[in-house]
C-alpha cells in the first residue's frame, strides 16, 4: 500500500534523494533544533535517533510526520547538562551522521570476539562468567550488561590475553561457548540458556541487546521488581478512520527513552507515520501512529496485549535498579573476575553493568541491589569499597526508584486512556514546527 513495490527502487529513491539536515540555535531559547527531510525508508527514523543516542544528548522534544515516500522529522535536543549545543565540530559531526544515515548500521569491533549470553539472573553469575573467561585467558574490553524480569543478557567483547587477538581458535571457541553456556544453564535454565560467539561487525549493541531480551521473551515473564509510581503506563487504540494504531507512553523521563520505544518499535516491524514526543520535569508523554509494513494497523487484542507488554518492557529494561558504583583501576587480567566475586561474596547483586577499556585502564559502572533486589545496606557498600580501593570504587548514584517485591499474581500491564487527535491536526502541527516554527511551546 503505502510502501514502495520493490527494495531497489527504494535504494534508488533513498540515493537519489539524500536526507537534508539543518541545525537551528536561533529558533528555540533552550535547545537545538534540528530538522531532518529526507526519502521514507523502513528503520530510518530508528538510524536518527541513534545519532543523537550515541552522542549522550537529551531529545527533549520531537515531532514526526511521515506522508507518501517523504520523512520529515524535528529534534529538539541538548546535552546532558541540558544546554543547547554550540560546539561548531559536535554541530558538524551531527550534520554528516544525519545526512549519511542507512537503515541497519553495524559497528566494526576490530580485533575483538563478541560472546552473546542470555539465562536465568542469579546473584553471583557476573561473578562466574567473568572467571570462566579469566580462566579461558579472555581479556574482557568492552560489555554491557542489562536485567529484566529475572532475565540477563550481555554483550561482552574479548581478545586473548596471550597474543592480544581476536580468538579465532574453532576449539578455542567451542570451550568458551560451552563453559559459559553451562554457567548460564545453573540448575534450572536448562533450555533457554544461551550463547552465542561471533567475529567482525555487530549491529548496535544496546538495539542488540533489546533484540536479545525480546528474542527471550523477557516480556511475558513475571516482573521481580515494581517500579512503583515510575512504572510506564502504555496503551494500544485504533484509530479505525484513518487505519491507525495509536500507541501512547507516558513514564518518567531518562536519557535514550526515544531510542529504546523506537528500537522495539521498528523490530516488531511497526512503521512509525506520525509522533511527537514531550519530556518536563514531571516526565515524558510518547504519542506513535503506526501500522504494520503492509500499511494495516493491529488487527487483535492479544497482539495489541503484546504490544503494550514490549513496550513496557522496553521501558524498564534501562531503569537503572540499585546503587550505581563507578570503577576506575589500571586494567589487569582477571580484575573484573575480582571484583564481581567481592559483590557475591557480599551479597550483592548486579543489575547492570558498563565495561570499558581505555588505554590501561578499566572504568567500569555497576548496579548493584542486595540479594532480594532492595536497596543495598550503606555498610556493605563501604565493606566492599575497603576491599576492592576506596579511591577505586565511587557511590555515584543512590536508588532513584522503590524496589518492592512483586505480589503473588500481580501483572505488570498498564493501561490508560488515550485521546486520538485528528489527522489532520497532526499533520499541520507537524509541518508548522518542521518549515515554520518560531518558538519552542
Request: charged share 25%.
Amino acid at each position: 500500500m503505502e510502501w514502495p513495490g520493490s527494495d531497489e527502487y527504494e535504494k534508488l529513491v533513498f540515493r537519489v534523494n539524500p536526507p537534508r539536515v539543518v541545525v537551528d540555535n536561533d529558533v528555540c531559547s533552550s535547545a537545538t533544533v534540528v530538522k531532518v527531510d529526507s526519502a521514507r525508508k523502513h528503520g530510518i527514523l530508528l538510524e536518527a535517533v541513534q545519532v543523537f543516542t550515541d552522542l549522550n544528548l537529551s531529545i527533549k522534544k520531537a515531532y514526526i510526520s511521515s506522508d507518501g515516500r517523504w520523512f520529515m522529522d524535528v529534534f529538539h535536543v541538548t546535552d546532558q547538562n541540558g544546554n543547547k549545543l554550540m560546539e561548531k565540530t559536535l554541530i558538524g559531526y551531527i550534520e554528516q551522521s544525519l545526512a549519511n544515515i542507512q537503515c541497519g548500521r553495524t559497528k566494526e569491533y576490530t580485533g575483538l570476539t563478541a560472546l552473546e549470553l542470555t539465562g536465568t539472573d542469579r546473584i553471583g553469575l557476573l561473578s562466574e562468567v567473568f572467571a570462566v573467561l579469566a580462566d579461558l585467558n579472555c581479556d574482557v574490553v568492552e560489555a554491557k550488561v542489562w536485567t529484566h524480569n529475572g532475565r540477563i543478557a550481555s554483550l561482552i567483547y574479548v581478545k586473548d590475553c596471550n597474543s592480544g587477538s581476536p580468538i579465532k581458535d574453532s576449539q578455542q571457541i567451542d570451550r568458551i561457548e560451552a563453559m559459559l553456556r553451562q554457567v548460564l544453564k545453573g540448575d534450572n535454565d536448562i533450555l533457554s540458556a544461551k550463547t552465542v560467539v561471533s567475529m567482525g561487525a555487530v549491529t548496535h549493541t544496546e538495539r542488540r541487546l533489546h533484540q536479545m531480551m525480546f528474542a527471550d521473551r523477557d516480556y511475558e515473564r513475571k516482573p521481580i521488581f515494581m517500579l512503583g509510581n515510575d512504572a510506564p503506563v502504555v496503551s494500544v487504540l485504533n484509530w479505525v478512520e484513518r487505519g491507525y494504531s495509536v500507541v501512547n507512553v507516558q513514564c518518567k523521563d531518562r536519557t535514550k527513552l526515544l531510542f529504546d520505544v523506537v528500537c522495539t518499535l521498528t523490530d516488531m516491524e511497526y512503521v512509525v507515520f506520525h509522533a511527537t514526543i514531550n519530556t518536563s520535569e514531571d516526565g515524558a508523554s510518547l504519542e506513535f501512529y503506526i501500522r504494520h509494513a503492509d500499511g494495516s494497523p493491529i488487527s487483535s487484542e492479544p497482539e495489541r496485549q503484546r504490544a503494550i507488554k514490549c513496550l513496557q518492557a522496553a521501558v524498564e529494561r534501562r531503569v537503572s535498579k540499585g546503587v550505581r558504583l563507578e570503577l576506575c583501576k589500571e586494567d589487569r587480567q582477571g580484575l573484573l573476575a575480582a571484583v564481581t566475586r567481592t559483590f557475591r561474596e557480599n551479597g550483592l547483586n548486579v543489575t547492570r553493568a558498563e565495561i570499558s577499556t581505555k588505554m590501561d585502564t578499566a572504568l567500569n559502572i555497576f548496579h548493584v541491589t542486595d540479594a532480594h533486589g532492595n536497596p543495598a545496606d550503606p555498610k556493605v557498600i563501604e565493606a566492599v569499597r575497603q576491599r576492592i580501593g576506596l579511591d577505586s570504587l565511587l557511590v555515584k548514584e543512590l536508588p532513584s526508584i522503590c524496589h518492592r517485591k512483586a505480589d503473588e499474581g500481580e501483572e505488570s500491564v498498564g493501561t490508560a486512556g488515550a485521546v486520538l487527535l485528528s489527522l489532520g491536526s497532526i499533520v499541520r502541527r507537524n509541518l508548522y514546527n518542521l518549515g515554520l516554527i518560531k518558538s519552542c511551546s
